[in-house]
């Protein structure tokens, strides 16, 4: 054997082990084989760099340093999870599935829901490419040489795998592993880490890969993304992805109706005690993966899934104090400061009341016993309260009736459910608020600027909008606390880079009420430019496709005003984005207005994805089922036989993919 082969042979070897152990949980070497194994591999590899190969178990050590994590944008968007209660719930979903899907039979793939930090690993040709978090769903973070540290992620696939797709899962920590991790810490006097779950999403960020080497995280795949997969059932995408290397959970099934989804459920909400990891519930999913196709998404989460959560956990604690926090909305919410208390895993002292109704409505006072929950939100809530624990001395919560930062009188407008400041111009977490909202990750995700420099730089009185970050200069940060030479230019740098992020997230940034991420992005599509905005009235705010009156009144209020009318010449004298690119303008035409499309089956020149692009660029609107509200039914390959009944009957154009291509 030349060394060429000889380091083939144990890379051979050692991945094969690897995978018997972390993967199969069946260990074929003795540790100290191993070891000495590795340790040959490592003095050849040394020796012989000329045979690197980017998927040897030897990189399994970690030593790479990743300083910063590069932003990647997710080739195919990871959504998250419609979440369900009940068996009503699951029945109510299951009709929606059915209304849209037509009259099929509709077969579903139960998971546990793994409690963990989600990921993305890219393979080419059977080899890990990049390794990214799940980040706001559109981009994440770039741990790939963190995530080959982990064992039971195969960095060499077998079998017959598609050459290139992407495959999700879930960073888990073990119990055992978990504790081992704080005997540990303890025993070198470190505080011990809060839960398993935290330590993972932590482990991940680490710099040094050695050390993500050495905590015992596994990786649990389950779902695929990506084109031309040769799979058609989730349940065969588990199957298929555990031949080809990965580890799947082996606690999966197939079930025919909600009533053996719920028997699942109810088995798995005792017995996941037993389970080696933290799960909180169970997540449902069409198994037929072209039903999913047709099923698609909304702007969140998929229709084709759900989450089923088990039941919170729930414990009791006292009220020490309601104290209110003033919103960059000027909105008020009440907040409940609590005896410090272990709840799922983590020490909760605060909990969110919500508004002046909830705690009427329960009836919650200071120095009262309440039971707090921790469901699928981050922030607890208060479910109720311990009447026979309520001290003798107790009086009913007085809502306070003025601002707590700057004294103005609330209101609170009908069936608005909390109370507000209307000082909008001069209430000062408003005013951080605003620009903390303004520079914030989905915004215009200024680096080097975080929330507390802002409050920093208002206190100091150089800034009062928003509009004033784009004139600060280096000489005046660098007096700031804690600002040093480097912090201060990363901070007018990343200001300065700011103007080339697009219209329809200027447009979030402002911070306009109830103009979210989703709503920003009609907008910008609707209008173009802030100039035609601007200018637009109510009636023909509400013309545009879902956006309702609240939203127009709001957004012509926020236009209204003097001073955003002022900030936003501004901003244009800055450079800001504010009308949409060319490149986005471009293709874009008003061919399909007023058409609805429903799109169903299968097609041979374009996605589903890029038809439904197609027909939003041209001005049409994609619909979910078919109604008299349908115009036309693009029908693909296979599309099921009822829909096109329901088309016939209701007199519905049905078009074929080349007549849709051809209309555009
Ligand atoms: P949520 O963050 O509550 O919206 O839930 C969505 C997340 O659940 C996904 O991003 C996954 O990381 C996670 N998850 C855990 N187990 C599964 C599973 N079996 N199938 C799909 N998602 C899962
Ligand atoms: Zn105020």
């Given at each position: 054997m030349n060394i060429k082969e000889q380091i083939e042979a144990l890379r051979t070897e050692l991945r094969e082990h690897n995978h018997n152990y972390y993967?199969?949980?069946?260990?074929?070497?003795?540790d100290y084989d191993f070891d000495m194994k590795l340790k040959e591999l490592q003095a050849l590899e040394a020796k012989h760099?000329?045979?690197?190969?980017?998927?040897?178990?030897?990189?399994?050590v970690g030593g790479g340093i990743t300083k910063n994590f590069d932003t990647i944008v997710h080739e195919h968007r990871m959504y998250s999870l419609d979440n369900s209660y009940s068996k009503e719930d699951l029945e109510d979903w299951e009709k929606r599935i059915q209304k849209i899907l037509g009259d099929v039979a509709v077969e579903f793939t139960c998971e546990l829901k793994y409690d963990g930090a989600s990921i993305s690993l890219t393979y080419e040709e059977g080899t890990l490419i990049k390794a990214v978090t799940r980040g706001d769903g559109f981009q994440g973070d770039d741990v790939t040489t963190n995530i080959k540290t982990i064992k039971s992620v195969p960095l060499q696939l077998k079998g017959d795998y598609p050459s290139k797709f992407d495959i999700r899962g879930e960073i888990v920590l073990p119990f055992d592993g978990f504790a081992k991790m704080n005997e540990e810490r303890i025993a070198n006097g470190e505080e011990p880490y809060m839960n398993p779950r935290n330590t993972a999403s932590g482990s991940l960020k680490l710099q040094d890969s050695a050390a993500v080497a050495k905590r015992p995280l596994e990786c649990l795949l389950y779902s695929l993304a990506g084109t031309k997969l040769g799979v058609e059932t989730q349940f065969s995408v588990l199957e298929k992805a555990r031949n080809w290397g990965f580890k799947v959970p082996t606690v999966a099934k197939l079930c025919k109706s909600v009533d053996e989804v719920l028997a699942f459920v109810e088995y798995w909400d005792i017995h996941r005690h037993d389970l080696p990891y933290e799960t909180d519930g169970v997540v449902i999913k069409v198994n037929n993966l072209q039903y999913q196709e047709e099923l698609g998404h909304t702007s969140k989460s998929p229709r084709w899934a759900m989450a089923y959560k088990f039941k919170a956990e729930q414990v009791s604690t006292v009220l020490n104090e309601i104290s209110y926090q003033v919103g960059r909305t000027g909105a008020i919410t009440p907040v409940a400061n609590l005896q410090p208390v272990l709840l799922a895993g983590t020490t909760v002292k605060r909990a969110s009341l919500h508004n002046a109704d909830q705690i009427e409505k329960l009836d919650i006072r200071e120095n009262d016993t309440v039971f707090v929950e921790k469901g699928g939100e981050i922030i607890p809530k208060i479910v109720g309260v311990a009447i026979e624990k309520r001290p003798e001395t107790s009086v009913p919560t007085k809502y306070i009736t003025h601002c707590p930062e700057c004294h103005t009188e609330l209101v609170r407008t009908a069936g608005d459910a909390k109370h507000y400041c209307t000082n909008f111009y001069g209430c000062p977490p408003q005013i951080t608020g605003r620009i903390q909202h303004f520079i914030s990750r989905k915004a215009m995700d200024i680096e080097g600027l975080g929330g507390e420099t802002v409050e920093l730089l208002f206190k100091e009185g150089?800034?009062?909008?928003?509009?004033d970050l784009y004139t600060l200069t280096k000489e005046q940060v660098?007096?700031?606390?804690?600002?040093a030479e480097k912090s201060a230019e990363n901070l007018v740098n990343g200001v300065a880079a700011s103007v080339a992020i697009p219209f329809e997230r200027v447009l979030f940034a402002l911070?306009?009420?109830?103009?979210?991420e989703t709503v920003a992005k009609k907008l910008a599509k609707a209008y173009k430019n802030i100039d035609a905005l601007m200018a637009a009235s109510e009636e023909e705010l509400v013309a545009v496709d879902e956006i309702g009156e609240r939203i127009a009144q709001s957004v012509i209020e926020f236009f209204k005003n003097e001073k955003n009318i002022e900030t936003i010449a501004r901003l244009k004298e800055y450079k800001l984005q504010l009308e949409l690119s060319a490149d986005k303008l471009l293709n874009q035409t008003e061919t399909l207005k007023g058409k609805t499309f429903v799109v169903s089956g299968v097609f041979e020149k374009v996605s589903r994805n890029e038809l439904k692009k197609l027909i939003e660029d041209n001005g049409g609107k994609v619909g979910s089922s078919i109604s008299?509200?349908?115009?036309?039914l693009v029908a693909g390959d296979k599309m099921g036989p009822s829909k096109r009944t329901k088309a016939e009957t209701l007199n519905i154009d049905i078009i074929s993919e080349d007549d849709f291509l051809a209309m555009v």
């Amino acid at each position: 054997m030349n060394i060429k082969e000889q380091i083939e042979a144990l890379r051979t070897e050692l991945r094969e082990h690897n995978h018997n152990y972390y993967v199969l949980d069946n260990a074929t070497i003795s540790d100290y084989d191993f070891d000495m194994k590795l340790k040959e591999l490592q003095a050849l590899e040394a020796k012989h760099p000329e045979f690197y190969d980017a998927t040897s178990p030897t990189l399994r050590v970690g030593g790479g340093i990743t300083k910063n994590f590069d932003t990647i944008v997710h080739e195919h968007r990871m959504y998250s999870l419609d979440n369900s209660y009940s068996k009503e719930d699951l029945e109510d979903w299951e009709k929606r599935i059915q209304k849209i899907l037509g009259d099929v039979a509709v077969e579903f793939t139960c998971e546990l829901k793994y409690d963990g930090a989600s990921i993305s690993l890219t393979y080419e040709e059977g080899t890990l490419i990049k390794a990214v978090t799940r980040g706001d769903g559109f981009q994440g973070d770039d741990v790939t040489t963190n995530i080959k540290t982990i064992k039971s992620v195969p960095l060499q696939l077998k079998g017959d795998y598609p050459s290139k797709f992407d495959i999700r899962g879930e960073i888990v920590l073990p119990f055992d592993g978990f504790a081992k991790m704080n005997e540990e810490r303890i025993a070198n006097g470190e505080e011990p880490y809060m839960n398993p779950r935290n330590t993972a999403s932590g482990s991940l960020k680490l710099q040094d890969s050695a050390a993500v080497a050495k905590r015992p995280l596994e990786c649990l795949l389950y779902s695929l993304a990506g084109t031309k997969l040769g799979v058609e059932t989730q349940f065969s995408v588990l199957e298929k992805a555990r031949n080809w290397g990965f580890k799947v959970p082996t606690v999966a099934k197939l079930c025919k109706s909600v009533d053996e989804v719920l028997a699942f459920v109810e088995y798995w909400d005792i017995h996941r005690h037993d389970l080696p990891y933290e799960t909180d519930g169970v997540v449902i999913k069409v198994n037929n993966l072209q039903y999913q196709e047709e099923l698609g998404h909304t702007s969140k989460s998929p229709r084709w899934a759900m989450a089923y959560k088990f039941k919170a956990e729930q414990v009791s604690t006292v009220l020490n104090e309601i104290s209110y926090q003033v919103g960059r909305t000027g909105a008020i919410t009440p907040v409940a400061n609590l005896q410090p208390v272990l709840l799922a895993g983590t020490t909760v002292k605060r909990a969110s009341l919500h508004n002046a109704d909830q705690i009427e409505k329960l009836d919650i006072r200071e120095n009262d016993t309440v039971f707090v929950e921790k469901g699928g939100e981050i922030i607890p809530k208060i479910v109720g309260v311990a009447i026979e624990k309520r001290p003798e001395t107790s009086v009913p919560t007085k809502y306070i009736t003025h601002c707590p930062e700057c004294h103005t009188e609330l209101v609170r407008t009908a069936g608005d459910a909390k109370h507000y400041c209307t000082n909008f111009y001069g209430c000062p977490p408003q005013i951080t608020g605003r620009i903390q909202h303004f520079i914030s990750r989905k915004a215009m995700d200024i680096e080097g600027l975080g929330g507390e420099t802002v409050e920093l730089l208002f206190k100091e009185g150089l800034i009062k909008n928003y509009a004033d970050l784009y004139t600060l200069t280096k000489e005046q940060v660098l007096p700031l606390e804690r600002m040093a030479e480097k912090s201060a230019e990363n901070l007018v740098n990343g200001v300065a880079a700011s103007v080339a992020i697009p219209f329809e997230r200027v447009l979030f940034a402002l911070g306009i009420r109830f103009v979210g991420e989703t709503v920003a992005k009609k907008l910008a599509k609707a209008y173009k430019n802030i100039d035609a905005l601007m200018a637009a009235s109510e009636e023909e705010l509400v013309a545009v496709d879902e956006i309702g009156e609240r939203i127009a009144q709001s957004v012509i209020e926020f236009f209204k005003n003097e001073k955003n009318i002022e900030t936003i010449a501004r901003l244009k004298e800055y450079k800001l984005q504010l009308e949409l690119s060319a490149d986005k303008l471009l293709n874009q035409t008003e061919t399909l207005k007023g058409k609805t499309f429903v799109v169903s089956g299968v097609f041979e020149k374009v996605s589903r994805n890029e038809l439904k692009k197609l027909i939003e660029d041209n001005g049409g609107k994609v619909g979910s089922s078919i109604s008299s509200k349908t115009t036309f039914l693009v029908a693909g390959d296979k599309m099921g036989p009822s829909k096109r009944t329901k088309a016939e009957t209701l007199n519905i154009d049905i078009i074929s993919e080349d007549d849709f291509l051809a209309m555009v």
